[in-house]
C-alpha cells in the first residue's frame, strides 16, 4: 500500500469551476520549503527536463514488428505511419505516454475510484461513489466482449504504453511524480490495460450525463416553490424561438442495426443480433465533476456543417467545437495514424482529436468523411426513490433482495476501507454518499412532468436514492471510435452511430462526394409512466424503463433542402416527434445566432473556411440586447451609474475581451438574476443554466406586474426598482473591481482564464502552483454565446468551461483544414508545447492541419524511428 510520509496531497484535475473547488487538506510546510530549496538551487530545472519525450533519432522498442515513423509539427503534433494495425496503435499508446502520462494514470485512478491511493484520505468520499458507480467494473466488461480485432487495438496501445514504462519510471515519466514522492514516495506506476482505456468513456459519459442535476434540484426544491414557480423557472424549448436540429426527418436506405444496439423490455439489458492549505470539497458530486468534468454553465459543443452550395469550393465545410471544463493540459491531444500502405489488413489513414489514454480518434476526418459531435442533452438518467428494509426493498408489492457487494478502498498513509455498496434493479443506491441525495431521501419528491408531488402510498421502509444511467450497462463505443474512422459513406458513418451508444452524441457528418448528414445516435430510453423530470417510485415497476429506441427511428438527415445542420445541444426535433427524448435540453440560443450568421453570411458571398472560424467566434450576447433595450433612456439620477448605462446605448452586443458594455453587461446580468432570484429570497432558486435564466429574465422583462419583481428582503417593489437598484449594483460592484471609471473598464480581464493543473495547481503551496500552473488570459465570450466561455452566476467571472478545440475540415482540401485546442500536445510543464497553442485559442484561430503525406513532410520538424528491439 502507497505511504505518504506527512500527509495527503491535493486532488482537482478541473480548474476551479466554481466557487466549491476540488481540494484536498494540506501540504507539510515542509513540503513548501523542501521545493523552494530546490528552486533555489536549480535541481527543479533538472527533474523538469528529464522527463521530456525523445522526438528525433531512433528507439529500440521490444513487441513492435515493423519499424514506425512518428513526424512531429512544429507544435508538437504527432503523425504516425506504421506498416500494421499493432504497430499504429502500439506507437499510440508509446506516444501518448511521452507526452501524457501524468494525466493518463491520474485519469485511471479516477475512473476506478482509486484516487485515495494517491492522495490520501481526503479523497475517501469522492473514491466512495465513484466505486459506487462501478465504471471501471463496466469498462472490464466492456474489454470482455470486445471483438477479436477491437481487442487487439487495446491490446496493442497498452503494450506501447508499457514499452514506455519500461524505461521510465517517477519523475522521468513527468514532474508531478517528483511532487508526488514528496509525500508519497512509495508510490509506484502500475501497467497499463485496456480497461483503463475504456473507462474514460465512462468518465466522458459522466462529463455529458444529462438533467441529474436539473432533476435534483427541482425535487430540492419542492419544499419552498409551488409546483407553478418550479414551471416558470424551468419553461419547456422555445420551439416558436429557436431552431430545431431536424426540422423533418429524412428517410435513408438501408437499416442499420448492429450488434450491442440493445432493445429490451425485462429489467436487465440484453444484445440483440441485426444487420499549505487546501479546501475540503462540500459536496461529493462536485468533487466527482471536478475530477471528470461538470455539466455546469457552458458544457455543450457547437457543430455545423454546410453543403458545396453554400461553398466557395463546391464541397462543404465542417466545423466543430466542444465546450469542456477548462483543463490543463486540455483534455484534448490531437494526432494522425496513418497506415503506410491502406489496405484490408491495415485500413487506417485519419487524424483529429482523441484523449490520452484511449486509441483512436474520437473527432476527425479520414480520407473520405469528417465528423463532429456536440452533446445529445438527451435524458438518458433518471433518479428513483426506493423503499429499502433491511437488505431488500420494495418492488410491485414484493420484497426483493438488494444486490450488495463489498470494495476495499486502498488509502495512501491510512489503513484500508471497507466499502459496501448496495443496489436496486434501476441501480445503485446513492443517498448516504452526497448531501443531495441523501437530502432528496430524507424528504423525498417525486413527480412528472415538472409537477411536482409527494410520493403517495409508499411502502413501509427507508427512503433511499438510486440512479440508472445507460452508462452502467456494458456498451459499444470502445469499438465505435475505430469503425467512425474507417466509415467510408454516410452508410458506414450511420453504422458506427449506431455504436455509438454512451455517451450520446450529436453526430455531424460530411464527405468528399459532397453530402452532408446527420445522425441521433445512442442508447436512449424509453420510459413508462415517468419522463425523468424528478425523481420516480422505485416501488412501482410502471415507472421503469422498457426499452431503447430503435436506431432506425433516431433523428436523421441527410442532404436537407436548407444546405447546412447546426448542432448546439438544442432541440433535436419538435414535439411531435413519437418518443420522448427530455425536458431539458439547452434552450437554443447559440444554434439560432449560428444558422442567423450561415444565413447571413450566405446571402452575401460564398462561404469559406474562414466564415466559419468567424462564426466560431461570434461573442453577440443575447440578454445584453435585451438588457441593453430595458434600460434604453433609463436614468437613475446617479450621474456615475447613468454613465455606465450609457455604455449600452452604441454597443453592439458583442462579449468582446476589451469591451467596457460587456463588462457592464455582464455584472448587470449577474446583478439582476441574483436580486430578483436568490438575495433578500426566504429560499434561493438555483442560478445554473443561463440559457435557461434567459428565457425566464426575457419573460419578466416584457411582464412588469410579475411578482418576481418584488423582494421585501431588498426592499424593492416592482420593475422599475428592481432594474434601478440592479444598475446602481453593477456599478457599484465593477468599480470596486475594476475602477470608477467606465472608460477603462474591459470584459477580457474580469473574464480571464487562470489556466490551472488538475492535481497540484491548486495546491496552496505557491511555488508548486507556479510550476503548473499558466494565465490568467483575458478572454470574450460568455455563457450561451458562440463563443462559450462560461462562467458561473452568483459566484464569480472567470471563465470555467471553454471551447476546448476547435476545427473547420474543408472537404475540398483536406490540407486547407484547421485546428486547434486550449493548450498544447504536450503535459509537461516548461516543455515548449506545454501551452504554445493558447494564445492562438484565445484569439479563436486555427492553425494549419496537414494530413496528406506530403503536407505532413512539409510540415515535420522532429521525426522519430520506433524499431523493434534485437
Not at 521530456?52 to 513487441?63: D, K, M, N, R
Not at 466542444?322 to 496513418?338: E, F, K, N, T
Not at 452604441?650 to 467596457?660: E, I, K, L, P, V
Not at 482564464?753 to 503551496?765: D, P
Request: hydrophobic share 40%; with cysteine.
Amino acid at each position: 500500500m502507497s505511504k505518504t510520509a506527512t500527509g495527503p496531497v491535493p486532488v482537482s484535475p478541473r480548474k476551479r469551476s466554481r466557487a466549491r473547488t476540488m481540494g484536498l487538506i494540506a501540504y507539510a510546510i515542509l513540503a513548501g520549503i523542501v521545493v523552494i530549496a530546490l528552486v533555489a538551487v536549480g535541481a527543479v530545472a533538472w527533474t523538469i527536463q528529464r522527463s521530456f519525450p525523445q522526438l528525433s533519432g531512433e528507439v529500440a522498442l521490444a513487441g513492435l514488428e515493423n519499424e514506425v515513423t512518428v513526424q512531429r509539427d512544429a507544435l508538437g503534433i504527432p503523425v504516425i505511419t506504421a506498416e500494421t494495425t499493432h504497430d499504429l496503435f502500439y506507437a499510440q499508446g508509446f506516444v501518448h505516454a511521452q507526452d501524457r502520462f501524468w494525466e493518463m494514470d491520474f485519469r485511471r485512478h479516477v475512473t476506478a475510484g482509486r484516487v485515495s491511493e494517491l492522495f490520501g484520505e481526503s479523497q475517501l468520499a469522492t473514491d466512495k461513489f465513484l466505486r459506487t458507480l462501478g465504471w471501471h467494473d463496466v469498462a472490464e466488461q466492456e474489454v470482455e466482449a470486445l471483438d477479436e480485432t477491437v481487442r487487439g487495438y487495446y491490446d496493442a496501445y497498452a503494450e506501447g504504453v508499457n514499452a514506455y514504462l519500461a524505461d521510465h519510471d517517477g519523475s522521468a515519466v513527468s514532474l508531478e511524480y517528483a511532487v508526488l514522492g514528496l509525500q508519497n514516495p512509495d508510490y509506484e506506476i502500475e501497467p497499463w490495460t485496456p480497461a483503463d482505456s475504456v473507462a474514460w468513456l465512462k468518465a466522458m459519459a459522466w462529463d455529458l450525463r444529462g438533467n441529474i442535476e436539473t432533476e435534483t434540484e427541482r425535487a430540492l426544491m419542492a419544499p419552498d416553490f409551488t409546483p407553478e414557480q418550479i414551471a416558470e423557472l424551468y419553461p419547456s424549448y422555445p420551439f416558436d424561438l429557436n431552431p430545431v436540429i431536424v426540422p423533418k426527418i429524412t428517410p435513408v436506405d438501408g437499416a442499420i442495426a448492429p450488434v450491442g444496439m440493445i432493445e429490451h423490455t425485462d429489467a436487465a439489458p440484453r444484445a440483440v443480433t441485426a444487420s499549505v492549505q487546501w479546501q475540503e470539497v462540500e459536496g461529493v458530486v462536485e468533487a466527482v465533476s471536478a475530477l471528470v468534468g461538470d455539466v455546469g454553465e457552458g458544457i455543450g459543443s457547437n457543430s455545423w456543417v454546410v453543403s458545396g452550395a453554400l461553398t466557395e469550393s463546391g464541397m462543404p465545410l465542417l466545423a466543430n467545437d466542444p465546450h469542456l471544463g477548462a483543463d490543463m493540459p486540455s483534455v484534448w491531444h490531437q494526432i494522425g495514424l496513418r497506415c503506410a500502405t491502406v489496405s484490408e489488413a491495415c485500413p487506417f489513414d485519419v487524424a483529429g482529436f482523441g484523449f490520452s489514454g484511449l486509441p483512436g480518434v474520437v473527432i476527425g476526418h479520414n480520407a473520405h468523411i469528417a465528423w463532429g459531435f456536440t452533446n445529445l442533452t438527451t435524458d438518458v438518467t433518471d433518479l428513483y426513490i426506493e423503499k429499502v428494509e433491511g437488505d431488500e426493498y420494495w418492488r410491485d408489492g414484493v420484497l426483493q433482495p438488494l444486490d450488495v457487494r463489498t470494495e476495499t478502498i486502498a488509502v495512501a498513509g491510512g489503513d484500508p476501507v471497507e466499502l459496501e455498496i448496495r443496489s436496486t434493479v434501476h441501480g445503485p443506491i446513492l443517498s448516504g454518499l452526497t448531501p443531495d441525495f441523501t437530502a432528496m431521501a430524507a424528504d423525498p419528491y417525486t413527480g412528472t412532468g415538472g409537477i411536482v408531488v409527494t410520493p403517495a402510498d409508499p411502502p413501509a421502509g427507508e427512503y433511499a436514492v438510486s440512479l440508472q444511467w445507460t452508462a452502467l450497462q456494458p456498451g459499444t463505443a470502445a469499438s465505435a471510435i475505430f469503425d467512425m474512422g474507417l466509415a467510408q459513406d454516410f452508410t458506414g458513418f450511420r453504422a458506427a452511430a449506431a455504436l455509438f451508444d454512451v455517451p450520446a452524441q450529436n453526430l455531424i457528418y460530411a464527405d468528399t462526394s459532397g453530402n452532408i448528414g446527420y445522425q441521433t445516435p445512442g442508447r436512449l430510453p424509453i420510459r413508462g409512466a415517468g419522463d425523468g423530470s424528478l425523481p420516480q417510485p422505485g416501488w412501482d415497476s410502471t415507472y421503469d424503463w422498457t426499452g431503447y429506441i430503435p436506431f432506425a427511428e433516431l433523428p436523421v438527415a441527410f442532404n436537407p433542402d436548407e444546405g447546412y445542420i447546426v448542432t448546439a445541444n438544442n432541440a433535436i426535433v419538435g414535439p411531435e416527434y413519437p418518443y420522448f427524448l427530455t425536458n431539458d435540453w439547452d434552450y437554443g440560443w447559440r444554434a439560432a445566432r449560428i444558422g442567423e450568421l450561415i444565413e447571413r453570411k450566405a446571402a452575401k458571398h460564398k462561404l469559406t473556411a474562414d466564415d466559419m472560424r468567424d462564426i466560431q467566434s461570434d461573442q453577440q450576447f443575447w440578454m445584453g440586447i435585451r438588457l441593453a433595450a430595458a434600460y434604453d433612456g433609463f436614468e437613475t439620477g446617479e450621474a456615475d451609474v447613468d454613465a455606465a448605462i450609457d455604455l449600452l446605448r452604441t454597443w453592439d452586443a458583442q462579449n468582446a475581451g476589451d469591451s467596457a458594455a460587456a463588462a457592464y453587461a455582464n455584472v448587470l446580468w449577474d446583478e439582476l438574476v441574483q436580486n430578483l432570484f436568490v438575495r433578500g429570497r426566504e429560499a434561493a432558486a438555483p442560478l445554473a443554466g443561463q440559457g435557461r435564466l434567459f428565457l425566464v429574465v426575457g419573460g419578466l422583462l416584457e411582464n412588469p406586474d410579475s411578482p418576481w419583481w418584488d423582494n421585501t428582503g431588498l426592499d424593492v417593489s416592482g420593475q422599475q426598482e428592481m432594474l434601478e437598484r440592479t444598475a446602481e449594483g453593477a456599478y457599484k460592484r465593477l468599480a470596486k473591481l475594476q475602477g470608477d471609471r467606465p472608460d477603462r473598464w474591459n470584459w477580457g480581464d474580469l473574464h480571464a482564464l487562470t489556466l490551472t493543473n488538475g492535481t497540484f495547481g491548486e495546491s496552496g503551496v505557491k511555488p508548486i502552483e507556479w510550476l503548473f500552473n499558466r494565465g490568467p488570459y483575458a478572454v470574450g465570450g460568455g455563457g450561451s454565446v458562440v463563443d462559450a466561455t462560461g462562467w458561473t452566476l452568483g459566484e464569480g467571472f472567470e471563465t470555467v468551461t471553454v471551447p476546448s478545440m476547435r476545427m473547420v475540415v474543408d472537404l475540398a482540401d483536406f490540407d486547407a483544414s484547421g485546428w486547434n485546442h486550449l493548450t498544447g500536445a504536450s503535459g509537461h510543464a516548461f516543455h515548449a508545447d506545454y501551452t504554445d497553442q493558447t494564445s492562438a485559442w484565445q484569439q479563436a484561430q486555427l492553425t494549419p492541419w496537414a494530413f496528406s503525406p506530403d503536407a505532413v513532410a512539409a510540415a515535420a520538424t522532429d521525426t522519430l524511428t520506433l524499431v523493434p528491439a534485437s
